[in-house]
């Protein structure tokens, strides 16, 4: 059984849907009382790959929403809390998503082994970056040269390089062979060794990079204060926004700058399931974050372990293994649209 752990884009958006569910009280209720509130399992599943296989799965709701990042305890409790619960549903594979993987990386939740009377069995969680990494990388593949980029000579800047899902982009790019790596984050040190560690990239601040580059691969939490000036951008350039929150296609609109949600996935079927209307899906019946995906995935293939943990740990084999694993199960990355690509391109196809 699979488990996916999320949690509502905003507080405002969360009440929405409380209200929505008949929970009027908690509609009703000021943050103080959200986070006080205990995790829910709000919704069962059962997914069938095109192989035949099923399975059955879980959601729990966190009860966590972005405003409380701030509240450090609250936020750690909000994420050990939900974990305990899938712990204790007997759910053997359990994603965390959204900021839940942030807030257990950044805030070392590693040694917060025991919560109430449980201990959490670190063996039954993912984070789901490797599957989120694999998925990236496919968008940049499949959707540059639809706008006429060739990556063999292409710039590729890769905002959050030092991070986990960062560096596994990098490593996958580097193998492929893109024309230059631009390696862009806030402290130099992490950048420094990834560098050393690829034996190639070329380290820039943001604003450096943006001009030069063909394609933009966003895999950070950006502040919402940031902008882009979409004059000094290439035409055409490809942005994949992988970084949660996705808030870029308002901040770098543009002709000729074609941003694609990044770590987005289209199963092949319908699932009957509502909790992915809450993370503002186009088609939520059947798209899904890539770190949910990989729960799944684990679960279809009997891989009953904790796949992706910790930081730079991803590797190009478990990359390889998980995006196979992917398509065989019914998965795709989400692409541009028709609308969206070169149009001598489309003229070949
Ligand atoms: P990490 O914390 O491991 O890495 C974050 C990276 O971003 C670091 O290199 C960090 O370096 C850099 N960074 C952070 N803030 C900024 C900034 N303001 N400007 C430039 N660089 C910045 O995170 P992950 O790799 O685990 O996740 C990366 C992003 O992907 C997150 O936003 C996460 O929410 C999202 N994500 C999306 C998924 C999906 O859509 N399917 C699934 C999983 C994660 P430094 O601190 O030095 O700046």
Not at 219 to 227: D, H, N, R, T
Not at 228 to 248: E, F, H, Q, R, V
Not at 307 to 330: K, Y
């Amino acid at each position: 059984m699979f488990g996916l752990i999320g949690h509502s884009t905003s507080f405002e958006q969360a009440r929405l849907k409380a209200r929505s569910l008949g929970y009027d009280e908690y509609a009703d209720g000021d943050l103080d009382m959200w986070c006080a509130a205990p995790p829910q399992l709000v919704e069962r599943v059962t997914v069938t790959s095109p192989t035949g296989q099923q399975i059955q799965g879980a959601y729990i709701d966190s009860v966590f929403v972005p405003e409380m990042l701030r509240r450090f305890k609250t936020a750690k409790r909000k994420v050990l809390k939900a974990m305990e619960l899938a712990q204790k549903k007997d759910i053997t594979i359990t994603a965390l998503g959204g900021f839940t993987s942030i807030i257990f990386e950044d805030m070392n939740l590693l040694k917060e082994e025991r919560v109430s009377a449980v201990e959490l069995d670190w063996t039954r969680f993912t984070t789901g970056n490797t599957h989120t990494a694999w998925v990236i990388c496919q968008q940049v593949e499949t959707n540059a040269p639809r706008l006429g980029i060739d990556l063999a000579t292409a710039k590729v800047a890769v905002v959050g390089a030092s991070g986990d899902i960062g560096s596994a982009v990098c490593r996958w790019l580097q193998r492929r062979g893109v024309g230059e790596l631009l390696l862009v984050a806030r402290r130099p040190q992490p950048l420094i060794d990834l560098q050393q560690s690829l034996g190639e990239g070329r380290i820039l601040a943001l604003e450096e990079a943006l001009p030069e580059a063909d394609v933009v691969v966003w895999v950070a939490s950006l502040p919402q204060s940031l902008e882009i000036d979409t004059a000094s951008l290439k035409k055409p350039c490809l942005m994949i926004d992988g970084g949660y929150p996705k808030n870029l296609d308002s901040k770098a609109a543009a002709p000729g700058v074609h941003v694609l949600k990044g770590g987005i996935v289209e199963f092949w079927q319908d699932i009957g399931w509502q909790m992915m209307e809450v993370a503002e899906m186009a088609k939520p019946q059947r798209q899904m974050f890539a770190c949910f995906a990989e729960a799944m995935l684990l679960d279809f293939e009997a891989l009953h372990t904790n796949f992706s943990w910790g930081r730079n740990n991803i590797t190009l084999a478990n990359m390889d293994r998980i995006g196979e694993a992917s398509l065989r199960h019914g998965f795709r990355a989400l692409e541009l649209e028709p609308s969206d690509q070169a149009p001598a391109v489309l003229a070949r196809a």
